[in-house]
């Protein structure tokens, strides 16, 4: 069943500095979400931080790339290199 997600409160930037230590408590304690705005306009969201989807490590891209090197060293290589292949594409 899926949980209904609350309306993020929009709170302006001047009145996030007078109120922080309120807004973050209640972002921890209540679940709270808040939109920052400045001038009106959208600049910024406050959500608990186990709301947020964790980063993916670089470790893990740079075995991607190491695994998609390993795939292309075992095709069948030109005998021609990439400097002999662009000057007869050019030609």
């Keep these: 069943m899926k949980q ?3 309306k993020m409160e929009e709170i302006g930037i001047r009145e996030l500095k007078a ?3 309120d807004v973050v408590r209640a972002v ?3 679940r709270a979400r808040y939109v920052v705005t400045q001038r009106g306009k959208p600049v910024a969201v406050i959500i608990p931080m186990d709301a947020v989807l964790p980063e993916k490590r670089d470790d893990e891209s740079w075995n991607k790339l190491m695994e998609i090197r390993k795939k292309l060293a075992k095709r069948k290589r030109n005998k021609k290199n990439s400097v002999e292949i662009l000057s007869e594409m050019r030609r």
Aim: no cysteine.
């Design 19 to 21: 109120r922080a230590s």
């Design 28 to 30: 921890k304690e209540q």
């Design 4 to 6: 209904k997600r609350k």
